[in-house]
């Protein structure tokens, strides 16, 4: 009976372990995810055309196609789309206090005068 409650408590501890391990993991995409979506956000303020979006978005699902979908490579496409979105020049293009006040805007410990 104790050895049964040995093996109990070990696999208990297996499965918290890969728990964890999902939660650290959800918690990266869910991050790479606010990146995307604030960097889509941004570009569409600076009315970025849909087809632009969708050459970028096409690229990106070119760039990583793989024969074995799985959460690495769900992974790897949020993280391909977040740097083709950041080197889009349209956002390199704006004007530098646009790109302040927007940063300032963003975060709401900075206080602009």
């Known amino acids: 009976e104790l050895q049964q409650k040995v093996e109990e408590t070990e696999l208990l501890k297996m499965e918290l372990q890969m728990l964890e391990t ?12 606010m990146d995307v979506l604030q960097l889509l956000q941004q570009l569409r303020d600076l009315n970025i055309s849909k087809r632009a979006l969708g050459k970028i978005l096409l ?4 760039s990583c196609h793989d024969p074995q979908p799985g959460k690495a490579q769900l992974f790897e496409v949020l993280d391909t789309l977040q740097q083709e979105l950041a080197a889009c020049e349209v ?3 704006q004007p530098l206090e646009q790109a302040q006040s927007r940063r300032a805007l963003n975060n709401p410990l900075v206080i602009s005068c």
């Open 59 to 62: 690229s990106t699902l070119e």
């Open 91 to 93: 956002l390199h293009k």
């Open 22 to 33: 999902e939660r650290v993991r959800l918690s990266l995409v869910e991050e790479k995810l």
